[in-house]
Antibody
Framework: EVQLVESGGGLVQPGGSLRLSCAASGFTFSDDWMNWVRQVPGKGLEWVAHISPDGSETYYLDSVRGRFTISADNAQNSLYLQMHSLRADDTAVYYC??????????WGQGTVVTVSS | DVVMTQSPLSLPVTLGQPASISCRSSQSVVHGDRNTYLSWFQQRPGQSPRRLIYTVSHRDSGVPDRFSGSGSGTDFTLKISRVEAEDAGVYYCLQSTVWPYTFGQGTKLEI
């Protein structure tokens, strides 16, 4: 059974940092790009970042570039999102997801990040 | 960035009736490999999204055949031939042709 389990969310003050983790199982983690997608409560979906299978390529949403870093540990089947200089508009549910263009897709259940003083 | 515009944003439907959602992109989402990476996702209340359709018209495994996708270039449509109660939720289109990949605003299907 495929599972993606996020952790690390929580309440943080503006300007603070958080590190999200995603533990993957049930599929070959290193076979495909991995992604972070976020959703502001009651709002739509926003693709935040993704990383190539070997970690050599990363892409970021403009609004998070320079503040967020996506990384992966293929040996541990884990995906990470290091977030710095957090702002109120980063408040969202953050999903770890495997979203290939044509093959099967998988989503985690999401972890909530709240940026507030 | 490619802007994906869905309409309508809210769609009241009656059980057993058809439903149609439109998605328009601000520029062509045909990739250099000649594929069009336009997908449709369903998000039921309290759940993570689930992909229904990829490359415009291909249904994912396990997706009922009442769901169909069509379109080309910049105009795309998701159709449900006969709406069932389990179809309630929000539907999103996604282009994964050009980075940053972008979703539509979502269409809430209300039964």
């Amino acid at each position: 059974e495929v599972q993606l389990v996020e952790s690390g969310g929580g309440l943080v003050q503006p300007g603070g940092s958080l590190r999200l983790s995603c533990a993957a199982s049930g599929f070959t983690f290193s076979d495909d790009w991995m992604n972070w997608v976020r959703q502001v409560p009651g709002k739509g979906l926003e693709w935040v970042a993704h990383i190539s299978p070997d970690g050599s390529e990363t892409y970021y949403l403009d609004s998070v570039r320079g503040r967020f870093t996506i990384s992966a540990d293929n040996a541990q089947n884990s995906l990470y999102l290091q977030m710095h200089s957090l702002r109120a508009d980063d408040t969202a549910v953050y999903y770890c997801a495997r979203l290939p263009r044509t093959a099967d897709t998988y989503w985690g259940q999401g972890t909530v990040v709240t940026v507030s003083s | 960035d490619v802007v994906m515009t869905q309409s309508p944003l809210s769609l009241p439907v009656t059980l057993g009736q058809p439903a149609s959602i439109s998605c328009r992109s601000s520029q062509s989402v045909v990739h250099g490999d000649r594929n069009t990476y336009l997908s449709w996702f369903q998000q039921r209340p309290g759940q993570s999204p689930r992909r229904l359709i990829y490359t415009v018209s291909h249904r994912d495994s396990g997706v009922p055949d009442r769901f169909s996708g069509s379109g080309s270039g910049t105009d795309f449509t998701l159709k449900i031939s006969r709406v069932e109660a389990e179809d309630a939720g929000v539907y999103y289109c996604l282009q994964s042709t050009v980075w940053p990949y972008t979703f539509g605003q979502g269409t809430k299907l209300e039964i």
